[in-house]
């Protein structure tokens, strides 16, 4: 079994608290794409974990955790987050921990671009994590990317690094008059956090198409969600990477066919960090409440998230992108508070209702239709199976469920491992 956990919305919907959950059942976790701009929150018997780059299954000790070809990582980020859960006692080892030797090195200067550009932008800013996401992920399209496995070749390594901090200098000191970088301090900061990583450091391609021959459950866990996806999301106000389930077999080196099932994490409202179309925003008093019921600030970089109702069209659309087959609904518990909860059933597009994600400045122009269903106004935080939910909580799954067109299996009442049911009918 291949299976994808992915996003349906804008992120944060919960992934790694269901990857953590689900790959009980699974011998490989693996993440695809994206880098330390992912929060994934987990909360089990041994406490609480922000992970930004290390696959979720890392809190299982026998889940081998893979971080794919895909991937841009930070290992300065990366060293210091092992470092942290190593003396939470969790372990880490070249056996449960694969790095891909053609993942690209998310570096210093890719940072110092992310953040010149974000103070350029002004009010015009993207909202970016600043964690040099974009820059990385653009230098390795222009084939200017150094990978995890040029650190086993240093001689190679040490010029290759002089030429591209040479070239990478036109831009960071001759277009935005910053400091130039110094291919030396690059080189030695690559050896500084890569040398400790190099026993993690293989061919994870060949490592997991082997693993698919020993029939072994393999996992594959998304950054962000369907709506910040490059090609699919509301771009530009995209992350750089592929977020959807399409991607995992590119983002780890299997064959796509391989994939067998994928599961969509959505959000039983609707949250989202950084700038661009929003159309189910809520403001003041009732986007305060929300926030406060749902502790909506990033896990990444503890930014107040925009919140809003659920949103059928977004989530529609999102459903439809991943090519989910089943779906967690999580946070449930945090409308409680709620008499009535609202819902945006459709957009409103120049005076057109449509139940379509539209696209460009249709998307702009968009205005919530909002319907609203009863609440069940009651703590359901401890309900572990269907038939403890109140009849309201029911017709609210059921009522988004049929809105969406795709099975809700899993409902998620916690952040804690156990706080989950799984609907039967
Ligand atoms: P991810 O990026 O998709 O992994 O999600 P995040 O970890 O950024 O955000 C989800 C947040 O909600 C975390 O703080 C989780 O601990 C928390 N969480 C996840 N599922 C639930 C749930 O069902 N109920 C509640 N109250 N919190 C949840
Ligand atoms: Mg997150």
């Given at each position: 079994m291949l299976t994808a956990i992915v996003g349906i919305n804008w992120g944060d919907e919960g992934k790694g608290r269901m990857v953590d959950l689900l790959s009980k059942d699974y011998d490989v976790v693996c993440r695809y794409q994206g880098g330390n701009n992912a929060g994934h929150t987990v909360i089990n018997d041994s406490g609480k974990f922000i992970l930004n780059l290390l696959p979720s299954g890392i809190l299982r000790p026998e889940v081998v955790n893979i971080m794919g070809n895909g991937m841009v990582i930070d290992i300065e980020h990366l060293y210091g987050e092992m470092e942290k859960l190593k003396a939470s006692g969790i372990k880490i080892t070249p056996d449960n921990l694969?790095?891909?030797?053609?993942?690209?090195?998310?570096?210093?200067?890719?940072?110092?671009?992310?953040?010149?550009?974000?103070?350029?932008?002004?009010?015009?800013?993207?909202?970016?994590?600043?964690?040099?996401?974009?820059?990385?992920?653009?230098?390795?399209?222009?084939?200017?990317?150094?990978?995890?496995?040029?650190?086993?070749?240093?001689?190679?390594?040490?010029?290759?690094?002089?030429?591209?901090?040479?070239?990478?200098?036109?831009?960071?000191?001759?277009?935005?008059?910053?400091?130039?970088?110094?291919?030396?301090?690059?080189?030695?900061?690559?050896?500084?956090?890569?040398?400790?990583?190099?026993?993690?450091?293989?061919?994870?391609?060949?490592?997991?198409?082997?693993?698919?021959?020993?029939?072994?459950?393999?996992?594959?866990?998304?950054?962000?969600?369907?709506?910040?996806?490059?090609?699919?999301?509301?771009?530009?106000?995209?992350?750089?990477?592929?977020?959807?389930?399409?991607?995992?077999?590119?983002?780890?080196?299997?064959?796509?066919?391989?994939?067998?099932?994928?599961?969509?994490?959505?959000?039983?409202?609707?949250?989202?960090?950084g700038e661009g179309p929003f159309t189910s925003e809520m403001f003041g008093e009732e986007a305060e409440a929300l926030r406060e019921a749902g502790g909506e600030y990033g896990a990444a970089t503890g930014r107040p998230r925009r919140v809003g109702p659920f949103d059928v069209v977004a989530s529609k659309y999102g459903v439809t992108v991943q090519g989910a087959d089943d779906l967690a609904l999580t946070k449930l518990d945090v409308m409680s508070y709620m008499k009535k909860v609202p819902v945006v059933t459709g957009y409103n597009v120049n005076g057109n209702i449509t139940t379509e994600f539209p696209v460009g400045e249709d998307l702009n122009n968009a205005t919530p239709v909002i319907e609203y269903v009863d609440g069940w106004n009651c703590d359901i935080s401890s309900c572990r199976k269907q038939s403890d939910l109140p009849e309201a909580a029911l017709n609210y799954i059921k009522y988004i469920e049929e809105k969406v067109g795709c099975p809700i299996k899993y409902v998620s009442v916690g952040a804690d491992r156990e706080a989950y049911l799984i609907m039967e009918n």
């Open positions: 694969k790095i891909s030797d053609r993942a690209i090195i998310c570096l210093p200067y890719h940072v110092k671009q992310d953040v010149l550009e974000e103070e350029r932008l002004k009010d015009m800013k993207f909202g970016s994590t600043r964690r040099g996401i974009a820059p990385v992920y653009g230098d390795k399209y222009l084939k200017k990317g150094i990978r995890l496995g040029d650190l086993f070749n240093k001689e190679s390594l040490k010029s290759q690094v002089e030429q591209i901090v040479e070239w990478k200098n036109l831009l960071i000191a001759g277009g935005y008059k910053s400091v130039p970088f110094k291919g030396e301090d690059i080189y030695n900061w690559i050896l500084k956090y890569g040398t400790c990583l190099e026993e993690y450091i293989t061919d994870t391609g060949i490592y997991l198409n082997k693993a698919i021959k020993e029939g072994k459950k393999i996992m594959f866990e998304a950054q962000l969600g369907a709506l910040r996806d490059i090609d699919f999301g509301i771009y530009p106000y995209t992350s750089s990477s592929s977020t959807i389930a399409a991607y995992a077999p590119i983002g780890t080196g299997i064959p796509g066919k391989k994939l067998t099932n994928t599961i969509g994490i959505m959000k039983a409202y609707s949250s989202c960090v």
